[in-house]
């Protein structure tokens, strides 16, 4: 009787770790069918997609011309978890907009996400939690991370590591040996997408560890605002295994950016100039803000331009009207035939017509995720390592949580099965 028992205890155990462990097997991504003409009012029930639905509602998508692309890196398992952060709503391969409100117009993105910088309301999205790779947006985590740990008026050398990057790829054109003020290095790195000033700012903000420890504390502070999709290789954006992120995410981080007034000050930065450097034989030049935004739309308050071949283009832009401030998120998008900041523009028109009560969602505050009972921050990755899965620690949360699960249970059935073997023979030896 004992023998059955445990055995009994034992199964259960492992049956209750399969049940726990959710279907991840299940594609939430699946492909959608043609998009909803723009300008018209959508149905009168939300429209939502749910974990375990058959399709999403497709998001209205602007014609693109072809282009050459390298393959798509394979994204992180699904973590259902993740995909409900602001809102079960948010859960969707498609749209999500308020019920009867006018339909979004139609953007070449993938993925995006309009939301209010105050109240955090998400107003509507497209995809908001599907993965994607972030190009130079990213570097908005660098300036949430980092603005509040360095000094502007600090004067630093540039070094030789600091310069390398991607040959072709976007650089301010500091030099090595140079020797700037960290104020200078930042509008380098926020009106031209300065590669090697992101390099820098890593550098002096990670410590004993450099760039590795920079960017280490960028994944750290991306955990605590709540962006659990969002894993950072390089600094700068520049594309590196592993490295992803998702319109939802982006919202978090910009929504901490533009609450600190040095970075709106920088962000609508339209002229600066970079210093000549006697030492080196250099002369300064002047460098202008790419943010179209800031000069074209009434209330713009910055944003940031990404663009790489893996990534296309990405968009982050925020503005404000009647006392309102939204911000756009933009993620896998083509330059024509609207622009990125142009496409963004849409979609804050398209916000700012909609009621202030209108919602599908929210973003999160930071610490929120951390500080809830259930959910334990998982160890620091690694620059170049992904994420765990799980976000949340526990052992259920995704294919290898649910193979953990299953082999430990698994192993503890055995052991008590062997244990009980063991002391039956030696019963019977013992026997006269």
């Given at each position: 009787m004992r023998v059955r028992?445990?055995?009994?205890?034992?199964?259960?155990?492992?049956?209750?770790?399969?049940?726990a462990a959710p279907a991840v097997g299940a594609d939430a991504r699946q492909r959608v069918?043609?998009?909803?003409?723009?300008?018209?009012?959508?149905?009168?029930?939300?429209?939502?997609?749910?974990?375990?639905?058959?399709?999403?509602?497709?998001?209205?998508?602007?014609?693109?011309?072809?282009?050459?692309r390298p393959p798509r890196p394979s994204p992180p398992p699904v973590v259902p978890e993740d995909r409900v952060v602001g809102g079960p709503e948010l859960?969707?391969?498609?749209?999500?907009?308020?019920?009867?409100?006018?339909?979004?117009?139609?953007?070449?993105?993938?993925?995006?996400?309009?939301?209010?910088?105050?109240?955090?309301?998400?107003?509507?999205?497209?995809?908001?939690?599907?993965?994607?790779?972030?190009?130079?947006?990213?570097?908005?985590?660098?300036?949430a991370t980092m603005l509040p740990r360095l000094d502007p008026k600090q004067v630093v050398t540039v070094?030789?590591?600091?310069?390398?990057?991607?040959?072709?790829?976007?650089?301010?054109g500091l030099v090595e040996g140079g020797r700037y003020s960290v104020e200078t290095v930042w509008l380098g790195l926020l009106l031209n997408s300065g590669n090697e000033a992101a390099n820098v700012l890593?550098?002096?903000?990670?410590?004993?560890?450099?760039?590795?420890?920079?960017?280490?504390?960028?994944?750290?502070?991306?955990?605590?605002l709540g962006?659990?999709?969002?894993?950072?290789?390089?600094?700068?954006?520049?594309?590196?295994?592993?490295?992803?992120?998702?319109?939802?995410?982006?919202?978090?981080?910009?929504?901490?950016?533009?609450?600190?007034?040095?970075?709106?000050?920088?962000?609508?930065?339209?002229?600066?100039?970079?210093?000549?450097?006697p030492a080196k034989r250099t002369k300064g030049f002047q460098i202008q803000n790419e943010n179209q935004l800031i000069y074209r739309y009434p209330g713009a308050l910055g944003g940031k331009t990404g663009f790489t071949d893996l990534a296309r283009h990405t968009y982050v832009g925020a503005a404000e009207r009647d006392g309102r401030r939204l911000v756009v998120t933009l993620l896998g998008g083509e330059p024509q035939p609207k622009r990125g900041w142009e496409q963004g523009a849409a979609l804050l028109d398209w916000g700012f017509a909609l009621p202030?009560?209108?919602?599908?969602?929210?973003?999160?505050?930071?610490?929120?995720?951390?500080?809830?009972?259930?959910?334990?921050?998982?160890?620091?990755?690694?620059?170049?390592?992904?994420?765990?899965?799980?976000a949340s620690g526990s052992v259920g949360g995704g294919a290898s949580?649910?193979?953990?699960?299953?082999?430990?249970a698994g192993a503890a059935a055995v052991l008590l099965l062997a244990g009980l073997v063991w002391r039956r023979r030696a019963a019977r030896r013992q026997a006269p």
């Open positions: 028992l445990l055995t009994t205890t034992a199964t259960a155990v492992l049956l209750s770790a399969v049940v069918g043609p998009a909803r003409a723009a300008g018209g009012t959508l149905g009168t029930e939300s429209l939502v997609y749910r974990a375990g639905a058959t399709r999403a509602v497709p998001c209205p998508r602007a014609a693109a011309p072809a282009v050459s859960d969707t391969a498609g749209l999500a907009v308020p019920a009867g409100v006018p339909a979004p117009p139609k953007i070449t993105a993938t993925s995006w996400l309009v939301a209010d910088l105050d109240t955090g309301q998400v107003l509507g999205g497209c995809g908001p939690h599907e993965y994607a790779t972030p190009a130079s947006v990213q570097k908005l985590l660098l300036a070094t030789a590591a600091d310069m390398r990057i991607e040959p072709g790829s976007s650089a301010v890593a550098r002096l903000g990670g410590g004993a560890d450099g760039a590795a420890g920079g960017v280490r504390a960028m994944n750290e502070y991306a955990r605590r962006a659990l999709q969002t894993h950072a290789v390089t600094p700068s954006g520049l594309d590196g295994r592993g490295q992803f992120t998702s319109a939802y995410d982006l919202a978090l981080i910009a929504r901490v950016c533009f609450a600190d007034p040095t970075f709106r000050r920088y962000a609508l930065t339209e002229l600066t100039r970079i210093p000549a450097q202030r009560s209108a919602s599908v969602g929210r973003l999160v505050e930071p610490g929120e995720l951390s500080a809830t009972p259930t959910a334990t921050p998982s160890p620091p990755a690694a620059p170049g390592q992904a994420r765990p899965a799980a949580g649910f193979w953990a699960a299953a082999g430990l």
